[in-house]
């Protein structure tokens, strides 16, 4: 049995003692299933939306989606989605079901539901699995309830976030579920930008994210146009043993599960296709293709609408992935701070990524995990990165005699000279720089 959270279970034991039916279901099941703590709880019932308000009345209810039958019930700081049991019908524009039914069954409930392994519940007698999600949990699968084609024309999303689970949990896709979601890729046009970001982020930040991307290249460039051009693009370079698409790919892979630093590393190179050019030796070049690489990137994420923040992350580190690197404490000093650590510490990962998705290059490796490691050491003995260490301020440069944007263009400059390593950060030095006589 597995392990709920007893808060969780408080508000199926109430709904139960008011005479209904009332199971724990979806992702908190198939998790607890895999050993995996569940990280938010649904539960499924056969009390129509206002029984669910009566018999919750002494925990505060917020109507999630009344129309839908959903009430989320918080339990002790938890809160628990209570569905209405119900049939869905319909589906005329491959989003959401035209006509919603509540409905007595607990099968028909689980019927509706995207995969397998998403359609158990569970309830005071134990696993009730009508589909086989148990067996399909075991074999490690992700397969349509039901016929995948029908199933994927109902609703487009469920194309990625089968792409997504597989991706999450490690698992294959059953290949009549795999044929039907290659079929199904054009249709995730029709679903909502925001939706397909937050699940192709979530998919990027999967452990099996590189498995996926490679084996549904389509998908990828129905939701990244830009990327379309690279799949199987030869670089034609002894540095590179994969074709744009793959070699991106293989790079996210190796950047940490982060959003900025996966959408980074899976775009770093997407300018690379319209920037190429033969050279007389035989070899392709790609001059420029980092600038070319944030416009395109930047039109692919404005129009996945992720978010600015994330978005401008993204953009910075492509356009610095070829910055050259020195195993110098000057060059850490640098460039730490002007990026700040974080995103100097990302462009570092982007970068060592990059590098391992081509063929190997020793020399080079070595030298950007020297450039790290005296990034670190220099972090620990002389931390001054930001203006706010620096041992002079906004008003001693203006003692000095600075105004306006002079101030900042000083300070910068003394803080560049004191992170190299070339003037100490003391406050007399520091005012001697900005009062030279
Ligand atoms: P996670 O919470 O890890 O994202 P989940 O499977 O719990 O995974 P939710 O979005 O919380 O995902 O959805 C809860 C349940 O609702 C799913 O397990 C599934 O049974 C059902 N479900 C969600 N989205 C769909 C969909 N588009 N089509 C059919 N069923 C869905
Ligand atoms: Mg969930």
Redesign the pocket.
């Known amino acids: 049995m597995p392990n709920w959270d007893p808060r969780a279970q408080k508000v199926l034991h109430t709904l139960r003692a008011a005479g209904h039916r009332a199971v724990l ?4 099941v ?2 607890s299933l895999l050993g995996i703590p569940p ?2 709880y ?1 539960a499924a019932t056969s009390a129509l939306p206002d029984e669910i308000r009566a018999a919750c009345s002494a925990f505060s209810c917020l109507d999630t989606g009344a129309k839908h039958g959903t009430v989320t019930v918080l339990s002790d700081g938890l809160p628990v989605e209570v569905t209405t049991f119900r049939r869905e019908s319909g589906y005329s524009d491959h989003r959401r079901p035209d006509r919603v039914d509540f409905t007595s069954s607990l099968t028909e409930d689980l019927a ?3 995969f397998t392994i ?2 158990m519940a569970w309830d005071e007698n134990g696993l009730a699995d009508p589909f086989q999600g148990r067996e399909d949990l075991q074999k490690r699968l992700i397969r349509c309830v039901g016929d995948p084609d029908t199933r994927l024309e109902e ?1 487009a ?2 194309v990625i ?1 089968g792409l997504r ?1 597989a991706a ?1 949990l490690r698992f294959s896709i059953h290949p009549d579920t795999a044929a039907a979601i290659r079929r199904h890729v054009p249709q995730l046009a029709l679903v909502a930008q925001e939706r397909i970001c937050t699940e192709f982020t979530r998919l990027l930040c999967s452990p099996g994210a590189e498995e996926v991307l490679l084996a549904f290249p389509a998908a990828a460039a129905q939701i990244v146009p830009e990327l379309a051009p690279a799949i199987g693009f030869d670089q034609r370079s002894p540095y590179h043993i994969y074709d744009v698409y793959t070699h991106s790919v293989k790079a996210m892979a190796h950047v940490p599960c982060l959003p900025a630093l996966r959408l980074a590393a899976l775009l770093h190179d997407v300018g690379k296709p319209t920037s190429f050019v033969l050279g007389e030796d035989g070899n392709g070049h790609f001059y420029g293709h980092e600038k070319a690489g944030v416009q395109l990137a930047d039109a692919a994420l404005r129009r996945l609408r992720l978010d600015n923040a994330t978005r401008e992350e993204v953009l910075f580190l492509i356009e610095r992935h070829h910055l050259p690197v020195e195993a110098s404490s000057k060059w850490a000093g640098r460039w730490l701070s002007r990026f700040g650590k974080e995103r100097f510490f990302h462009l570092l990962a982007l970068k060592k990524a990059d590098g391992a998705a081509c063929a190997p290059q020793p020399d080079a490796e070595r030298q950007l995990d020297q450039a790290e490691k005296l990034a670190w050491e220099l972090l620990q003995t002389s931390p001054c990165i930001r203006l706010n260490q620096l041992a002079v301020n906004g008003r001693d440069a203006m003692a000095a005699g600075l105004t306006g944007p002079a101030i900042g263009t000083a300070l910068n400059f003394l803080l560049s000279r004191v992170a190299e390593g070339d003037l100490p950060n003391d406050r007399d030095v520091l005012l001697r720089e900005l009062n030279p006589k």
């Open positions: 279901v979806g992702g908190c198939r998790d990280h938010d649904d509706r539901r995207d998403n359609a609703d999303l469920r976030r689970l999450q």
